[in-house]
C-alpha cells in the first residue's frame, strides 16, 4: 500500500504541489491526469526516490516492490530474451516461457528473440523496458506513458494485461481510453492539490468543475453580502443607537472568510484553417509500390487510394509496417518506385509529422520560430497564446522546450497554413489529455480531408470512417467505421500464440488431464469467489457512495454555514456545525472500514485468481 501525506514540492519558486495527501490501497488501479508541467512525472519520481519532497512523507508498506517504467535504454543481456529475462524475480528466473509470453503480447515475434537489443528501434527498445517491468510482478506498477511507440494491437493486449494485474497500478498516460479501461480510480492534479474520485476520467471532470461553479456562486454571493455588511458599517457607524449593532456587524465581518476568485485556466482551442476546394477527389494514389531495400519485398505493393474534399482516412497497424512511409509518399516527400499520385490543382495539404520536430530552430524563441513561416509579429503572438505560450512564455527558446510543447509549436506553424486536406502522422503523441481533446474537437469540426496515422482508439472511433489497414503484410482500405472493423475484420494480432512453458507444451501432447472433471473444479471456484466476493464488493461501493453522499452534505451545510453567519439564528447555526462536525466523523470511520473491506476484498481476490490460474494451467 502506498500513503502520501501532507506533500509539497516547487520547483524555482513555481509550486507543484501544496500540502496534499492521498492513498493508493490494495487492488487499485489509479490514474493520473494533469496537464503537462503541472506535476505528474514529479509525483512519480518523487515515489520513487529520485526526487525530495519540500515537506510531507510518502511511505510503503514493508516489502512493498515498485516497478518503475523508465525511458532510459541501457541493455546488458546478449539477446532480447536474455534481457527482458533481467526482470524476473530471482526465484522465477527459469521462467522464461513467461517473458517470452509478454514480448509477443508487446509485439515481438520468435526471430526477434535472439536479436541483440540494441539493433531495434527507440520505441522497440522502449517496450523492451515495459517488457522487464512487467515481468517483475511488483507489488505496485508505475506506469508513465506507457502507450507511446505502442501500436493499437499492442495497447489493446497490454488494457488487458492491466486489468488482470494482480498488484496495483499508478498511470499516467495521454490517451483517456486507455486510461478508463484500465483504471478504478482518476487522480486529478488541479490547482496544486490532488482529488480521487472512482470511476471515469470524464467523472472527475464533471465533479471539479461542479466544485469551481460551487465555489465560484459561494464567493459571489459572500462579497454580495461582504459589501451589505459593509455599507450597514458605513451608515450607521455615527448613530449611537445602533453602536451595539454596528460592533456585531464588524466581528461578523472580520470572521467572514474570504474566497478568492479562481484563476483562469487556458486550455488548448484552436481551428484548422480551410482553404474551400470544387474539387471531387483532392488525391488519387494509383499502384503504388515502394520499398526501403530493394533485394526486401517491398514495405508497399500495388496501393490505391482515392480521397474526397471530405474523407476522414486514419492509416492503422503494427508499427514499423509502413503507415509513416506511406504519408511520407502521399505528401511527395518520398517517391514511389512505381504507380502514381495525381493531385487536383487546387489541393492545399498541412502536413504534420513528430520528425518535423527536428526542423525546429533551437536557437529562436516560440515567437520567432513561428514569424519565420511568414507572420507577423502580432499572428505570432496571437498564436502563441493560443498554444498556451502566454506572456514571457512565447519568448522561451525551442532549445528549453518539453517534447509536448514543442509538438505546440508544430502545431500553431500548421495553423498558419489554409489547407483543405490536413496529413497527421501521431499528433497527439506528447499532448496531455486535454489538449488532445482539443485535437479531437478541432478535427471533428475542420470541414476539409483528413488522413491521419493514431493508436488512439477514441480518435478511431470518434473520427475515421475509412481506414487503410497495414496487416498480415498487405495494404487495404476498408470503408467503414472502427467498430465495423472490429466486427468484420478484426485485429489478427490479437489472436497471437502464446509462449508455452516446457512442462507445458508436454502436458498438451497427450497425457492431458480430466477437462471435464477441470470444467467442474473450475465452476466451483467461481461460484465460491462470488459468494464471497460479492458481498464485499457491494459493501465497498455502498461505503464509497455514502462518502461521497456526506462529503456533499458537508460541502452544503458548510456554505449554509457561510449563508447564514450574519442571521443571528443561533439555533440553525448550531445545528449546521453539529452536522458538519458529525459529518466528518461519520466519513472518517467509513474510510477505515473502506480500507479494511478493500484489504479483504484483494486478498480473497488473489487467492481466487491464483486458484483459476492454476486450474487453467492443467487445461494447456
Not at 504541489?17 to 505528474?40: M, T
Not at 472518517?588 to 483459476?612: C, I, M, N, P, Y
Request: charged residues 30%; aromatic residues 6%; contains cysteine.
Amino acid at each position: 500500500m502506498l500513503s502520501v501525506q501532507n506533500l509539497s514540492k516547487s520547483f524555482g519558486g513555481q509550486k507543484i504541489f501544496e500540502d496534499v495527501s492521498f492513498l493508493l490501497s490494495p487492488g487499485e488501479r489509479l490514474g493520473l491526469v494533469g496537464r503537462n508541467g503541472h506535476g505528474k512525472t514529479t509525483l512519480f519520481r518523487l515515489i520513487v526516490g529520485e526526487e525530495h519532497p519540500d515537506a510531507g512523507e510518502i511511505s510503503l508498506s514493508r516489502g512493498y516492490r515498485l516497478g518503475y517504467l523508465t525511458q532510459e535504454l541501457a541493455f546488458q543481456g546478449p539477446t532480447l530474451l536474455d534481457e527482458a529475462c533481467r526482470g524476473l524475480q530471482p526465484e522465477k528466473a527459469d521462467e522464461r516461457w513467461r517473458v517470452e509470453k509478454v514480448l509477443a503480447g508487446l509485439g515481438f515475434s520468435r526471430d526477434d528473440l535472439a536479436r541483440h537489443p540494441a539493433v531495434f528501434s527507440g520505441g522497440y527498445q522502449v517496450r523492451l523496458n515495459l517488457a522487464k517491468v512487467l515481468v517483475g510482478e511488483p507489488d505496485l506498477l508505475l506506469l508513465d506513458e506507457p502507450t507511446n511507440y505502442l501500436d493499437v494491437v499492442s495497447i489493446r493486449w497490454l488494457s488487458e494485461y492491466l486489468r488482470a494485474w494482480r498488484g496495483e497500478v499508478f498511470l499516467i498516460t495521454h490517451d483517456r481510453k486507455f486510461m478508463d479501461d484500465v483504471a478504478t480510480h482518476i487522480l486529478g492534479i488541479h490547482r496544486c492539490k490532488l482529488r480521487k474520485v472512482r470511476g471515469t476520467t470524464e467523472k472527475l471532470y464533471e465533479q471539479l468543475a461542479r466544485e469551481e461553479e460551487v465555489h465560484e456562486k459561494t464567493r459571489l454571493n459572500d462579497e454580495r453580502k461582504r459589501r451589505e455588511v459593509e455599507l450597514f458599517i458605513e451608515r450607521f457607524r455615527a448613530k449611537a443607537t445602533l453602536a451595539s449593532r454596528v460592533q456585531s456587524r464588524v466581528k461578523s465581518l472580520a470572521k467572514m472568510e474570504r474566497r478568492e476568485k479562481l484563476e483562469t485556466i487556458k486550455d488548448l482551442e484552436f481551428t484548422f484553417r480551410h482553404e474551400p476546394t470544387p474539387a471531387k477527389t483532392l488525391l488519387t494514389a494509383a499502384a503504388l509500390t515502394f520499398g526501403y531495400d530493394p533485394e526486401a519485398p517491398p514495405l508497399i505493393r500495388d496501393f490505391s487510394l482515392a480521397v474526397g474534399p471530405t474523407d476522414r482516412v486514419c492509416v492503422i497497424g503494427q508499427n514499423g509496417k509502413g503507415k509513416t512511409t506511406l504519408l511520407r509518399l502521399l505528401v511527395g516527400d518520398l517517391s514511389p518506385a512505381r504507380g502514381e499520385l495525381h493531385w487536383h490543382p487546387r489541393t492545399r495539404v498541412a502536413y504534420y509529422a513528430q520528425t518535423n520536430v527536428k526542423r525546429l530552430d533551437e536557437g529562436r524563441t516560440v515567437e520567432e520560430e513561428l514569424m519565420s513561416s511568414g507572420c507577423e509579429r502580432q499572428r505570432a503572438r496571437d498564436l502563441c497564446g493560443l498554444m498556451m505560450f502566454e506572456g514571457d512564455d512565447a519568448l522561451k527558446r525551442v532549445g528549453v522546450l518539453s517534447g509536448g510543447e514543442r509538438s505546440r509549436v508544430l502545431l500553431a506553424k500548421l495553423l498558419l497554413t489554409p489547407a483543405n486536406l490536413l496529413v497527421l502522422d501521431e499528433p497527439t503523441n506528447h499532448l496531455d489529455m486535454q489538449s488532445a481533446d482539443a485535437m479531437l474537437t478541432a478535427l471533428d469540426e475542420y470541414p476539409g480531408a483528413v488522413v491521419m496515422v493514431t493508436h488512439n482508439e477514441m480518435f478511431l472511433h470518434a473520427l475515421a470512417n475509412r481506414f487503410v489497414v497495414f496487416q498480415g503484410g498487405e495494404v487495404s482500405v476498408f470503408e467503414g467505421s472502427y467498430q465495423d472493423f472490429l466486427e468484420k475484420v478484426g485485429w489478427a494480432g490479437e489472436e497471437r500464440p502464446v509462449a508455452r512453458a516446457p512442462e507445458e507444451d508436454e502436458a498438451a501432447g497427450g497425457r492431458g488431464p480430466n477437462r471435464r472433471e477441470l470444467r467442474r473444479l473450475r465452476a466451483e471456484v467461481i461460484t465460491r469467489q462470488g459468494r464471497a466476493l460479492g458481498p464485499l464488493a457491494q459493501r465497498i461501493q455502498a461505503i464509497e457512495a455514502r462518502i461521497e453522499e456526506l462529503e456533499e452534505a458537508g460541502r452544503a451545510a458548510e456554505a449554509e454555514l457561510v449563508a447564514q453567519a450574519t442571521s443571528g439564528d443561533g439555533k440553525r447555526l448550531g445545528d449546521l456545525a453539529r452536522a458538519v462536525r458529525e459529518g466528518k466523523v461519520e466519513i472518517d470511520r467509513l474510510f477505515d472500514e473502506l480500507e479494511v473491506k478493500s484489504k479483504q476484498h484483494a486478498e480473497l481476490a488473489q487467492g481466487f485468481t491464483a486458484e483459476l490460474a492454476a486450474l487453467d494451467s492443467q487445461d494447456k
